[in-house]
């Protein structure tokens, strides 16, 4: 006990103080001691007094608690907070007094409690998930949060939720049946959608831990009628100048959770039934509008490209709608064709390039009324010499000098032919005209000339 008086002092009076008031004193130095290593040796005290803690008021107890989580953003304060998780989980009552804490309605015991059980839950998440697993109504209390009218507590108790439902399916489930989706999209829209702040990410981030690789929440989410809920989301407008950090973090993260929807790692059916309601509802169509836009950032041109790539893929309906949007430009032109433009040039973005050959993947996949017709577009009876035709695109791709556009026309070309004998035949009748005065020569044959040069150029 000398050392702990050595930090907080004798009493005025010359008495020891109390236990109560060397605990105040200590709780006091590490909030307010400017000096690290002044923090470090109440805390260090603190932890001395490990058994009195446990058993002081419960105000008190919080405010030190806190206090020690505070520390970690020093090293050694972070191996301390472990330390002290270790020892405050060791008994489960614990965690459900603070779970009893935060039905307290007060700000002072709620607030700081919800810090507390955050830090926690970041120092030793599968534990503590584990004990407020089995804690009466404990998961039910913490979604009582979201329902705040203090905005504070509101959007830290988002943070809360984000740690407690990482990795826990069983968890993930109670959330969502708490009326966790319901909930998070009010607070989406309430604050902005697309051009809202922080809060807004917070949300997105806590609906992709309750619906990534949980089959049974996504099937949840569909059949509440939220995918429809989602389409104002991908209202951008037309003016798209002013795109904020914070706005392309937002619609970067939206798009992340329509891609978890119909993710091809999904069971057919739900991917199917989820890409029949994106198309139902106009979500599809949206996504297209954002996808002919001018002036969409780059990284959120490449995510729409991959997120209408996977909503397309297997389902007719929307490979076949797809294939009729035209780019708004004098004369409109197919949107596959604007997209191959983009993917043989060498001065567009390497994931770029790479979006657009997944999305003519996906156009292509199990479509063989797509892959006909654009086979067709490399036989002569269909060249029209007035128009850029994607069999045009794809040719120049796999004959240009740059390797990347060689690549991707050649897989481009194969998926057009993939599990469709009538296409590989379809294909040997293509002709090209290599030079002027010189009679034209098969496409087979063009390669074959190609790949017989590569001897000798090594």
């Known amino acids: 006990m000398n050392y702990i008086w050595e930090v907080v002092g004798r009493h005025p009076t010359g008495q020891q103080p109390t236990g109560a008031e060397t605990i105040q004193k200590l709780c006091d130095r590490v909030a307010s001691s400017t000096l690290l290593e002044d923090r470090r040796d109440a ?24 206090s020690l989580s505070e520390e970690n953003q020093q090293k050694q304060e972070e191996d301390l907070g472990v330390q002290f998780t270790d020892k405050f989980i060791q008994e489960p009552d614990n965690i459900t007094l603070l779970l009893t804490l935060l039905e307290e309605f007060d ?20 534990p503590v998930q584990g004990i407020i697993l089995v804690s009466p109504m404990g998961v039910s209390r913490l979604m009582d949060l979201l329902a705040d009218s203090r905005e ?34 009010e607070i989406i829209t309430e604050e902005g959608s697309s051009d809202g702040g922080i809060v807004v990410e917070d949300c997105l981030l806590l609906l992709l831990n309750l619906l990534k690789n949980n089959s049974s929440n996504q099937n949840f989410f569909k059949e509440g009628s939220y995918i429809q809920k989602m389409k104002p989301w991908f209202e951008v407008g037309d003016d798209n100048s002013g795109w904020s950090a914070q706005k392309v973090t937002n619609l970067h993260l939206m798009l ?9 790692v999904n069971s057919p059916g739900a991917t199917t039934s989820c890409q029949k309601a994106m198309f139902q509802c106009g979500l599809l169509q949206q996504l297209c509008t954002i996808l002919m836009a001018t002036g969409v950032p780059a990284d959120i041109l ?77 036989l002569p009876s269909t060249i029209d010499a007035n128009s850029i035709s994607a069999g045009q695109l794809l040719c120049g791709g796999l004959f240009s000098a740059d390797s990347l556009s060689n ?52």
């Open 407 to 458: 690549w991707c026309a050649a897989v481009a070309l194969a998926h057009a032919l993939q599990d469709n004998l009538t296409q590989k035949e379809q294909l040997l009748r293509v002709q090209l005209a290599t030079s002027l005065g010189k009679p034209p020569v098969s496409l087979l044959q063009q390669c074959t000339n190609i790949l017989s040069q590569v001897p000798s150029q090594l």
């Open 152 to 185: 504070v507590i509101r959007n830290d108790g988002l943070l809360l939720l984000q740690q407690l439902t990482k990795g826990n399916t069983a968890i993930q489930k109670i959330v969502a049946f708490e009326n966790a989706f319901e909930r998070l999209l």
């Open 302 to 378: 490449t995510e729409t490209i991959n997120t209408v790539s996977e909503v397309i893929r297997g389902s007719e309906v929307n490979q076949d709608y797809f294939a009729s949007v035209n780019a708004p430009s004098n004369p409109p032109r197919p949107a596959i064709v604007v997209l191959l433009m983009s993917m043989v040039n060498e001065r567009q973005p390497f994931v770029l390039r790479c979006a657009v050959l997944y999305c003519f993947q996906c156009f292509l996949y199990k479509n063989h009324k797509g892959q006909g017709e654009i086979v067709a577009t490399l």
């Open 107 to 126: 700000f002072h015991v709620r607030w700081p409690g919800v810090k507390l059980l955050t830090a926690l839950l970041k120092s030793q998440c599968a």
């Open 43 to 66: 805390v260090r005290a603190l932890k001395s007094l490990s058994k009195v803690t446990i058993n002081m008021p419960k105000n008190k107890f919080l405010c030190i608690s806190f």
């Open 256 to 264: 992340q959770l329509v891609r978890v929807m119909v993710s091809p």
